[in-house]
């Protein structure tokens, strides 16, 4: 991996994971943005299903589709709880999509989607 990409890696993924979530606030729930960017941020919470792997961190371990809150069938609850009439719902499932979605983009800057 080109040594450049490795340094901007881990800036690009927590940015992503904790600037990203203020501007879909910003975007989405204009009358609530405040509320709405903790709550997204909140949604990192997923990532306690780290704890249950041996070893918890693995740099070279793509966590999609290998931890139980980062598969297919989380994101598919996480895109039905969109349906919830509720702007706090959506945060929630708009914040967890958008884990996996930079998970997903870690994991390819990485070389380890499969």
Known sequence: MDASLEFFRP???YSFHFLVPVVFAKL???QHWPSAALIMIATMLIDTDH???DPI???NRCSIGFHPLHT???GAVYACLLFIPSWKWRAVAVGCLWH???DSMDCWLGGTLI
Request: hydrophobic content about 70%.
């Open 72 to 74: 297919a069938w989380a």
């Open 100 to 102: 996996l979605a930079t």
């Open 11 to 13: 800036l690009i993924h």
């Open 51 to 53: 704890l249950l792997a």
């Open 28 to 30: 989405f729930w204009k």
């Open 57 to 59: 961190f693995d740099p």
